[in-house]
């Protein structure tokens, strides 16, 4: 268990429908990560959340949103899925304001099937 | 535009073989590199490089980064079957920008 938790690790839903995939922290960590990996596709960075703020934001489509909350979980917003999007989206987690030595800790990754 | 390049993109050897993987790098306001293993799940994490020049190792892999070249190489001495995987470099700004990985095939 890397100590970041993503729920849930599968779903399978429709094209046009709207998902939510959540995600826990490890503990202590301020910042989360979303990135999205396709089959034979590496990994591609969607957006950065530090402390319930957008920090960085990468290849993220204007269907897709974020959020953190204040207890520091975040939510991934998918809408209007398209067949695409059907991907394996993992949560990372990291802390700033410590030492980073144990660099990036990955959740197990929410697979997402769109039908 | 960043980048973040590995080679080779696949890579089949026998066990007890060494193998080299190689990942350059064009980011700008570079921090540090990172290497992570990927078999069937989430990434885990190899190794975090910051600074030129200073080898990291743990057990049979080490690394070492070039900033000046801009690039890094994972070592892997004495291979396993169990090394077979996915070994992802990142290069790390205000996000962490992944390259495609190279699968490493270990065969009995």
């Known amino acids: 268990d890397s100590g970041v938790t993503q729920t849930p690790k599968h779903l399978i839903t429709a094209t046009g429908q709207r998902v939510t995939l959540r995600c826990s922290p490890r503990?202590?960590?301020?910042?989360v990560y979303w990135y999205q990996q396709s089959l034979d596709q590496g990994l591609q960075f969607l957006i950065q959340?530090?402390?319930?703020?957008?920090?960085a934001k990468g290849n993220i489509l204007e269907r897709f949103s974020a959020q953190q909350f204040p207890d520091l979980h975040s939510e991934l917003n998918l809408s209007s899925l398209e067949l695409g999007d059907s991907a394996l989206y993992f949560c990372?987690?990291?802390?700033?304001?410590?030492?980073?030595?144990?660099?990036?800790?990955f959740g197990s990754g929410t697979r997402l099937t769109v039908v | 535009e960043d980048k973040v390049v590995q080679s080779p993109l696949s890579l089949v050897v026998h066990e007890g073989d060494t193998v080299t993987l190689n990942c350059s790098y064009e980011?700008?306001?570079?921090?540090?590199l990172l290497w992570y293993k990927q078999e069937k799940k989430a990434p885990t994490f190899l190794f975090m490089l910051?600074?030129?020049?200073i080898e990291k190792k743990s057990g049979r892999l080490s690394s070492i980064l070039d900033k000046k070249e801009l690039f890094s190489i994972l070592n892997i001495t004495a291979t396993q079957t169990g090394d077979s995987a996915v070994y992802l470099c990142?290069?790390?700004?205000?996000?962490?920008?992944f390259g495609a990985g190279t699968r490493l095939t270990v065969k009995p």
């Open positions: 980011v700008t306001n570079f921090r540090s």
């Open positions: 503990s202590g960590d301020l910042s």
């Open positions: 990142a290069a790390e700004n205000n996000d962490m920008r």
């Open positions: 990372a987690s990291s802390a700033f304001h410590r030492g980073r030595e144990d660099g990036y800790t």
């Open positions: 959340y530090y402390n319930g703020e957008e920090r």
């Open positions: 910051t600074s030129s020049g």
